[in-house]
């Protein structure tokens, strides 16, 4: 009887060894999925002209991206990143002699192209220098992974002083962000920048990383954020040397000194409206925000470029006139 007991026993052991350990390995290779399904750079991300094509679909932006290949216009610059990335961007210069410049950071899995009808925007609309990189991981820049705007927020330091060094160091610059490229530009924003920089536009970005991937967990695949965004946190901790936590748009926001106009559609579900609320409020100093009826994600612009440019231009000119 005592020896059946004991055999029983070895039995539910080994049976809760081996779930244990299915349940293990479940949550680390989900961890993995969930960190490569997140952030490895997608072919698409890589490719200029099909964004490029999709932008010229619009007839204002093709008459003005056809007078600057006339012209040789749009021109490639590069820098190497703190961990010796090379890095590309587009730069194109104002009609006019000016001292106003603009940089424009583009959304996840996209490029440099995919900010084109903001460069026209700037360009012929505001007459401004513009710059326009691609973000790591994007286009033509290095990188395997996509970095949510955390690391990109150092590049973006650089890519600064590559407009001071192109267009003049008394260069007045507003920083534009759409998506993951408004989040990039809320992180800048909380960095030490030179005087330069004297207002920034953020368009749909997220709190945090975390949130991100905990809203999309949750409202595209019906999953809590624990386990596995707990252990792709780390997993991405381990490889890439930052993480999902740490990536704070709104810690960064906080420390913004600088004027900042905040744009977000009443519709956005990628990256819910609510977050642009906390953000709003965490931004100390002079601020404006602008919810825009009706209106998904990223699509502000889309949805009636003249406004867009209105708001966009009288926020622009009252900091740098």
């Not at 399904?37 to 003005?64: C, G, K, N, T």
């Not at 990109?152 to 407009?163: A, C, N, S, Y």
């Not at 991100?212 to 252990?231: C, M, N, V, W």
């Not at 404006?288 to 998904?296: A, R, S, T």
Request: aromatic fraction near 12%; include cysteine; glycine fraction near 8%.
């Amino acid at each position: 009887m005592k020896r059946a007991r004991n055999q029983r026993k070895k039995v539910w052991r080994t049976v809760l060894a081996v779930a244990g350990a299915v349940v293990v390995l479940a949550v680390v290779s989900g961890s993995v999925y969930l960190f490569n399904y997140a952030l490895l750079s997608q072919p698409e991300a890589r490719d200029h002209r099909r964004v490029y094509d999709r932008m010229m679909r619009h007839a204002d932006i093709r008459v003005w991206a056809d007078s600057l290949n006339r012209c040789d216009g749009l021109r490639d610059t590069f820098i190497t990143s703190a961990d010796g990335l090379r890095l590309h961007a587009f730069y194109i210069a104002a009609p006019r002699p000016t001292d106003r410049a603009a940089l424009l950071v583009h959304g996840y899995q996209d490029n440099a192209m995919s900010m084109l009808m903001l460069g026209y925007m700037y360009n012929k609309g505001l007459g401004c220098n513009v710059l326009l990189p691609d973000l790591r991981a994007h286009g033509t820049s290095e990188g395997k992974y996509v970095c949510m705007g955390w690391k990109d927020r150092e590049d973006m330091k650089r890519w600064i002083g590559v407009i001071l060094s192109r267009f003049g160091r008394d260069s007045r610059i507003v920083m534009h962000g759409i998506s993951m490229g408004a989040a990039t530009t809320m992180m800048t924003s909380g960095e030490e920048l030179p005087g330069n920089v004297r207002c920034f536009v953020e368009d749909c970005g997220y709190t945090s990383v975390w949130d991100e991937f905990g809203s999309e967990l949750k409202g595209r695949f019906h999953l809590p954020a624990f386990p596995l965004l707990y252990t792709a946190d780390l997993y991405c901790r381990l490889r890439e040397g930052w993480g999902f936590r740490e990536a704070s748009t709104l810690r960064q926001v906080a420390r913004c000194e600088r004027p900042m106009l905040f744009i977000h559609g009443d519709r956005d579900t990628f990256v819910p409206t609510r977050m642009v609320y906390p953000l709003y409020d965490a931004k100390p100093g002079d601020k404006e925000l602008w919810i825009v009826p009706g209106v998904v994600h990223a699509r502000a612009y889309w949805n009636d470029p003249a406004e867009y440019g209105r708001r966009v231009g009288d926020f622009v000119n009252r900091y740098m006139p």
